[in-house]
Every structure is written in C-alpha cells, then in structure tokens.
C-alpha cells in the first residue's frame, strides 16, 4: 500500500478517535435497523467534517449522510471507501460500473448535493462495505483472494469476486394455452406459398423456453460457487404474498412450505405490488374508525427464498452476510433455514457476520471498518 493511502488510513483513525470515546458504552441490544442508521450517519458525518471529505445529508427526521468523489492532483477519494479499496475499484471497468448505480430513493429523498447521488455513495450501503472489503489489495490482487478470507468462506484461493450477478430462478411449468386455430386468409395462403421456407409457426426450441420460465434475482456477490447476500442497515428480507412464493419451480422440493416464517398483516388499503418489504404493520388503534382494515398472510424472509432458490438452481452455496448487532435479521435467516428439508443441500446454506470475517482482514483494514462501521473483529 502506498504511504499516501496510509496516510489517509491513518487519518480514518485519528479523525474518529474522539467519536469512539465518547460513544464506548453499548446501545441496548439487540440493535435495530433505525439505531443502526443513527450510528452510521454519525460517524459518517464526523468523519467527514474532520477529514474535509465532500459529502450532503439527506432531509427528514432520519438524515443520511452522502459522501461525493473528489479528485486530487495525484489520486482520487471517496469519503465512503477506503483508499486503497477505491483505487482498485475505479481501475477494475467491472468493479467501477457499482459506482454509477443509481439509489433507488434518489428521486423521493431530497439532497443539497449538486452531483446525482448513488447507491454506494450512502454512508450505511451494504454494498459499499462489501467493496471495501473484498477490493482491497490485501484481500484480492493478482486474481487470489487472501488465503485467510477464502479458508473462512469456504471457497479456492483462485476465486475471483463478481458483484451484482443475476441467476435465474427457474418457475413452475404451465401447460400450453390451447390457441383457437383459425382457416387461414387468402393473402396468408399465397404468402405461405411464396416463403415456403419461412414457418408460420414458432419454433419448437422457443416453445419450449416460454413454458421453462425464471424469474431473475440479484446476488451481491458471487465467489465461484458461493453466493454471498450482503445486509446491514436493511430492515428486513422483504415479505411477499404466498402466491408469489409458489410460484417456484422447486419451492417444495427446498422448503417444507409450510413451516415458513409468516405473519398477518393488516393494512387500511391494498397495495398495489406484491412486495410489501417496504410496508410497515400499523398499531390497529391508529386507524381511523371508518376504515375498513384488510387482512393478509404474508411469508417473510421472500428474498433469502429467491435466493436460496437460486443457488440450488446454480448448484451452488448460499451465506448470509450480516452485522452480528442484527439480531432481528439473523433470527430471520434461521427461521428460514428451520425450513430446508433437503438435507443434501441445506449443509450449503451458512450466516457468516461481518464481525468474524473482519477477524481474518488486514490491520488496515479492521481500523477502518471499526471507525466507519463500529465493526470489531470477532
């Protein structure tokens, strides 16, 4: 590492040493994903300010902090990775298109910032964490990963990070619509005569592909055969009606259906999407009198499901990769590995915290994730 990114290392360090002592008494545990908001943003900030770091903070009663890219006479920074981690990002083309990923909430949530704020330019992304680990040199150069890292995970040496791939996960086979078959028209006829070579009808190959359909999901990151979803300030693995979740080709071969973690819901209206991950369950003393309030059964942890789908689709491992503050998501994955009855497979499913993979990373490294993150090894 160069001694300009030790330099800045350093200053990650010194820059939060004061925050860190005034904040060494543990919240209640365990730690929500609000709280957990709260004390990134806060250390987001402080460092920012003290480091002179371009960043904006959102507006509303839970103000995040955005960190912006600036150019240097001799190298570039970002507020939200570590140095070393994002010169090898923005030398990777397939690493640095992350960077342009939009925020989902960009366009709801109102900034001072004169650029267009990304995804991994918010202080608590997931998967900014991921990239400032699993980029850093000491981690992945020279397509090796850290002997230690690829030990913990399960996976060679050789293994080279994707971020953001998409598997298929194969849906339920519907027999064929029968189409009313129709004489066809003069003009058809002698355009058929015309073009004999050229059939009217569609392939069979591509009748085929329609009836073995898949529905796409995204994996934070894929090391080999491992898939590894990345969660930290997230509230939840989003929830999904069961109409939705049967629609999987190998639902029950995975899952004893229906010891999956469920729960009722009651809502004054019907939301128009099947994803109610960001649907919060309201007190029922808070709704109005005159309405008339629906009730639904919705399973919870839908996208580990998906997930979990696609690795056995892939014939591939799938971790869980989680802050060990998390209690309430953790709890979530068990309940649903509690499911899996397929015992061939449910060996590939595993929880690995931040906090236990920090424990075979760099010095560097683990100063930086503890002052940014408030992550400390295991």
């Not at 939060?16 to 250390?43: E, G, I, K, V, Y």
């Not at 400032?132 to 000491?138: K, L």
């Not at 078959?181 to 591509?206: E, N, W």
């Amino acid at each position: 590492m160069s001694s300009k990114n030790r330099r800045h290392t350093k200053d990650y360090k010194k820059t939060c040493d004061s925050f860190m002592t005034h904040n060494r008494q543990t919240p209640p545990t365990p730690w929500s994903a609000s709280l957990l908001r709260r004390d990134l943003n806060a250390r987001a900030q402080h460092l920012a300010i003290n480091s002179g770091l371009p960043h904006d903070q959102t507006t509303g009663t839970e103000p995040s902090i955005l960190f912006g890219h600036e150019e240097q006479a001799k190298q570039s920074r970002h507020g939200n990775f570590h140095p070393a981690s994002y010169a090898a990002i923005c030398a990777n083309p397939a690493w640095s298109r992350r960077l342009t990923k939009a925020h989902t909430a960009h366009r709801r949530v109102r900034a001072t910032a004169d650029w267009q704020w990304m995804e991994l330019d918010c202080a608590n992304s997931s998967d900014a964490l991921l990239m400032n680990i699993f980029c850093h040199p000491a981690v992945f150069s020279n397509c090796h990963l850290n002997p230690a890292v690829a030990n913990l995970l399960g996976v060679p040496s050789d293994t080279q990070p994707n971020f953001g791939v998409h598997p298929g996960v194969p849906l339920k086979r519907f027999p064929a619509r029968r189409n009313k078959t129709t004489r066809p028209t003069k003009q058809q006829a002698i355009s058929s005569a015309l073009f004999s070579d050229i059939s009217l009808s569609a392939p069979s190959s591509q009748i085929e592909e329609e009836h073995h359909l898949k529905d796409r999901t995204e994996i934070d990151l894929q090391l080999g055969a491992l898939f590894i979803e990345a969660k930290l300030t997230e509230s939840n693995f989003q929830t999904a009606s069961p109409r939705l979740i049967e629609r999987y080709r190998d639902l029950e071969t995975i899952f004893a259906v229906e010891r999956l973690p469920s729960k009722i819901m009651t809502t004054p209206t019907q939301p128009s999407a099947e994803d109610f991950s960001d649907l919060e369950e309201p007190s029922p003393n808070l709704l109005p009198p005159t309405v008339s309030a629906r009730s639904r059964t919705v399973i919870q942890g839908y996208q580990l499901i998906r997930n979990v789908l696609a690795a056995f689709a892939s014939d591939a491992s799938f971790c869980v990769l989680c802050d060990a503050r998390r209690r309430d998501l953790i709890a979530i994955w068990y309940s649903i590995l509690s499911a899996v009855h397929y015992p061939s497979f449910a060996w590939r499913l595993k929880l690995l915290t931040w906090q236990e993979l920090t424990s075979s990373l760099p010095e560097d490294l683990q100063q930086f994730l503890e002052a940014k993150y408030g992550i400390l090894p295991a």
